[in-house]
């Protein structure tokens, strides 16, 4: 039987389509094309996103009551996905406002909606968070995004230094040869571990 592919699905939290947060997942995609990982790029940064109503009408059903925006399909998206990345410009040393409300959204119905041991749909999925920032903020914004995957039992992948460019304008990133290098690192990273869980899953079926 012809094992099914890989994909990973990247949020772009950015106001601007194609900015410097566009470029980085962009990179990082190159890298997950050439290992033959299918991508998909989901631009939330201008969108109208709700914020959570705690109204907990998601318990056990698997989506939030708000249907009127990209959270549930996202959510979906992220189901069949075997790795994700949450990317961001730094606002005041968080992540964007969009980002945020997607954040809390998606983390509350699947916190909300786990199996028999716990478990949710965000449970051993390879994720990763990337920021840009002009001076400062970067490692707090990080800390953000990677909370979103640390209480959900996400995997979150080392690299060789913080997950972050440093531009200002769109085209600054791709002047952050560090920033850049280090992109490139983390895309193997997540790519190595995808393989050795779906391997695992494959074994164990």
Not at 27 to 50: A, S
Not at 143 to 158: A, K
Request: one cysteine or more; proline letters at 2%.
């Amino acid at each position: 039987m012809e094992k099914k592919a890989i994909k990973v699905i990247g949020f772009n939290g950015s106001p601007k389509a194609r900015g410097n947060t566009w470029w980085m997942l962009t990179k990082m995609f190159d890298v997950f094309k050439d290992n033959g990982v299918e991508t998909e790029l989901v631009h939330i940064g201008n969108k109208k996103i709700h914020g959570c109503m705690h109204c907990m009408q998601c318990v056990g059903q698997g989506k939030c009551t708000i249907d009127t925006d990209i959270v549930n399909e996202s959510v979906e998206k992220i189901k069949k996905s075997d790795g994700m990345i949450l990317a961001t410009p730094v606002y005041f040393a968080g992540p964007s406002g969009q980002m945020k409300l997607f954040m809390d959204r998606v983390a509350f119905v699947a916190a909300m909606n786990r199996d028999k041991d716990g478990h949710n749909f965000l449970y051993r999925k390879v994720g990763a968070g990337i920021s840009v920032h002009r001076r400062a903020g970067g490692t707090n914004t990080l800390s953000q995004l990677n909370y979103f995957y640390g209480i959900n039992g996400s995997i979150i992948p080392g690299s060789k230094y913080w997950n972050f460019t440093v531009g200002l304008n769109p085209g600054d990133s791709q002047n952050d040869d560090e920033g850049t290098k280090n992109l490139v690192d983390l895309a193997d990273q997540m790519v190595w571990l995808m393989k050795m869980i779906k391997d695992n899953k494959e074994k164990n079926k």
